[in-house]
T-cell receptor, first 109, second 111 residues
Framework: QKEVEQNSGPLSVPEGAIASLNCTYSDRGSQSFFWYRQYSGKSPELIMFIYSNGDKEDGRFTAQLNKASQYVSLLIRDSQPSDSATYLCAVTGFQKLVFGTGTRLLVSP | SAVISQKPSRDICQRGTSLTIQCQVDSQVTMMFWYRQQPGQSLTLIATANQGSEATYESGFVIDKFPISRPNLTFSTLTVSNMSPEDSSIYLC????????FGPGTRLTVL
């Protein structure tokens, strides 16, 4: 089993819709969870991080964490074509970040 | 925050040669890492660059192939040695300041 799993996609949503990106992880001891966005040919940039169970909102983005189910998600409201990118889930383990393979999101005008 | 620069931004190299990638940070940071991102894949941690001591390598990566230097808290180098086409990848420097930041990457193509 991979340490951090994501559906590779692509996930296609129309402009204005809610995009839901999911991630599961295997290490129950993981404490911190991150979502990065990576545009093609660019390096990853941090969107959000979450430490506690529940929801954390920042603008159009909401991160959701359920440690019992070892599941973290990212919701993007009012999706825009500029949100089209690969979204990487990352989880801390033994003082390092472990990345998932990423989900490619396509937002169509 | 932290601003990271890498040199070179890209290079095309011949099989069997070596390339050294430089990473410069605009502030002193304790934790500095080197990642590899192969085409169509996610990031894989190569090693943690430790200031004043040998780097800590992840499983599957060895010092002879990827020697790392970290002479101070703002600078590190990664060398890709005796390159083969399988080393073609993007190499990213990363640091932890208030959160984790990534450099712009070095796109390496080995012919």
């Amino acid at each position: 089993q991979k340490e951090v799993e994501q559906n590779s996609g692509p996930l296609s949503v129309p402009e204005g819709a809610i995009a839901s990106l999911n991630c599961t992880y295997s290490d129950r001891g993981s404490q911190s969870f991150f979502w990065y966005r990576q545009y093609s040919g660019k390096s990853p940039e941090l969107i959000m991080f979450i430490y506690s169970n529940g929801d954390k909102e920042d603008g159009r983005f909401t991160a959701q964490l359920n440690k019992a189910s070892q599941y973290v998600s990212l919701l993007i409201r009012d999706s825009q074509p500029s949100d089209s990118a690969t979204y990487l889930c990352a989880v801390t383990g033994f003082q390092k970040l472990v990345f998932g393979t990423g989900t490619r999101l396509l937002v169509s005008p | 925050s932290a601003v990271i620069s890498q040199k070179p931004s890209r290079d095309i190299c011949q099989r069997g040669t070596s390339l050294t990638i430089q990473c410069q940070v605009d502030s002193q940071v304790t934790m500095m890492f080197w990642y590899r991102q192969q085409p169509g894949q996610s990031l894989t941690l190569i090693a943690t660059a430790n200031q004043g001591s040998e780097a800590t390598y992840e499983s599957g990566f060895v010092i002879d192939k990827f020697p790392i230097s970290r002479p101070n808290l703002t600078f590190s180098t990664l060398t890709v040695s005796n390159m083969s086409p399988e080393d073609s990848s993007i190499y990213l420097c990363s640091v932890i300041a208030d959160t984790q930041y990534f450099g712009p990457g070095t796109r390496l193509t080995v012919l």
